[in-house]
């Protein structure tokens, strides 16, 4: 049986895994790759050419909730866009990998898996790969951004245009979910820096014992478990960008660890004694008040003046409203690409809703109330009750146009349309008959 042409790299950090699954994936596929330390990952994938990735999704005793693979299933992502990767879970543990699959995985498959199941899983996820390589290079690295007209994401996209052809420090201020990761991409892939890797480290997650062993890297034999030398996030960037998201969230002690390497533009590795040049591009994101911080000496000048050549302000949903139901449409569209359907749509009275929603999660929460609406829509169109966005408690209703005022003028116009007709007055508004019902009597309708 002839092999297929594939490099698959199998992470695990159960060395039985590692073996069972080499024992049988080997007979099929030309090239496998093991390891038990996911921190081996960018490496690998900076040095092969890997196709797919089998990824387990707890590794560390006591946490066996799936967020590491869930962190490393983002990191592949965002490093090897191309590559496929498929997740490993345990019996009970299907939602983590179902999340998974929604952020991007291929498929999961179970341990103990099926050895037929497991190899036509893997099959498939080579053919997509195959398929994902075809593309034009411009076709692989081109993203879609949303920037909208409102004048203040105008002024920070035309800033991040400028700033972009430059090598300078930026510093993306925002609230939580404002979008600063994408704002970050879009600098780096408007950059000179653009087909160099773009390395993500959410520096809020990060515990004070694994910093620098995850931002500098680490020598063999520097502490127990370290078998290899692993290079670092910075030395992964090397030529390219970091983005140190969250950075208002570093303790002061391991600050100045971090303005040593801006400073100096080289990174030791921990163990070493070695300098190891550095060529990377800084950007930098917190939600914190900055300023405040450094003003209350919880935070360094020095630092902040090193990462703030160049400082960008993101602004929230509530001011940018005219923005608001271009970019659900956008966003609606992306989700539905992400799941190859076509032809969504929201019903034709969601968009005064979705202006007047307070979205405090900003285009995060917004990602995800559409996502959700787009699982449990039927015939393709969301409605008001599939976006879960009539929480009238926490919506200010303007005394001029209040939304129980908007809803009830768009039932009477739907009723006055379809004759009185409630089964097409419910399909149009995108409700149930007997939540149009709940209204009517709500509303006092009935006449």
């Known amino acids: 049986m002839r092999k297929k042409q594939a490099q698959i790299l199998i992470v695990d950090d159960q060395e039985e895994i590692l073996f069972s699954a080499k024992m049988i994936l080997k007979k099929h596929f030309e090239t496998i790759f093991t390891t038990s330390s996911p921190k081996k990952i960018i490496s690998i994938l900076n040095e ?15 946490f066996e909730d799936g967020r590491e693979g869930i962190h490393w299933l983002k990191e592949i992502k965002t490093l090897s866009p191309n590559t496929i990767v498929i997740l ?22 179970l341990k103990p898996w099926n050895n037929e199941k497991l190899l036509e899983i893997i099959d498939k996820s080579v053919t997509e790969s195959r398929k994902n390589n075809k593309k034009p290079a411009a076709e692989k690295t081109e993203k ?33 979910g404002t979008g600063k990761y994408v704002f970050a991409e879009f600098i780096h892939q408007n950059s000179t820096r653009k087909n160099e890797p773009f390395v993500h480290v959410d520096l809020g997650s990060l515990s004070d014992n694994l910093f620098e062993s ?43 660890k971090l303005l040593h390497v801006l400073q100096t533009k080289t990174v030791t590795r921990l163990g070493e004694s070695k300098a190891r040049p550095l060529n990377v591009r800084i950007i930098s994101a917190t939600n914190n008040d900055i300023k405040a ?8 000048e020095d630092l902040l003046y090193r990462i703030n050549t160049m400082d960008i302000n993101l602004p929230p949903l509530r001011e940018r409203k005219d923005d608001i139901v271009p970019m659900a449409n956008f966003v609606l569209d992306q989700i539905a690409e992400k799941y190859n359907q076509d032809n969504w749509r929201f019903a034709e009275n969601v968009a005064p809703y979705l202006e007047r929603y307070p979205w405090k999660g900003n285009v995060r929460e917004m990602e995800n109330k559409i996502e959700r609406a787009l699982i449990l829509a039927d015939n393709n169109t969301i409605s008001i009750t599939d976006l ?19 809803e009830k003028t768009a039932i009477e116009k739907a009723l006055l349309k379809h004759h009185g007709n409630i089964s097409k007055t419910a399909e149009e508004l995108g409700l149930s008959r007997a939540a149009l019902y709940r209204r009517i009597e709500k509303y006092d309708l009935k006449n």
């Open 388 to 406: 879960d966005i009539l929480d009238f408690e926490e919506i200010q209703e303007n005394d001029e146009n209040p939304l129980s005022e908007l």
């Open 48 to 62: 092969n050419d890997i196709n797919v990735v089998l990824l387990d999704m707890n590794y560390r005793i006591g």
């Open 144 to 176: 879609r951004y949303f920037t909208g007209t409102s004048q203040k994401i105008k002024q920070a996209y035309s800033i991040a245009e400028k700033v972009a052809r430059t090598d300078a420090n930026v510093l993306i201020l925002g609230e939580n």
């Open 88 to 109: 490993m879970t345990a019996f009970g543990k299907i939602d983590t990998a179902v999340e998974g699959i929604k952020i991007g995985a291929f498929d999961y498959v």
């Open 293 to 300: 911080e450094v003003k209350n000496k919880t935070f360094r």
């Open 214 to 256: 995850e931002l500098f890297g680490y020598a063999k034999g520097a502490f127990t478990d370290a078998k290899t030398d692993t290079p670092g996030r910075f030395e992964t960037a090397q030529n390219g960008t970091i983005f140190l998201d969250e950075i208002g969230n570093i303790p002061l002690h391991l600050q100045s």
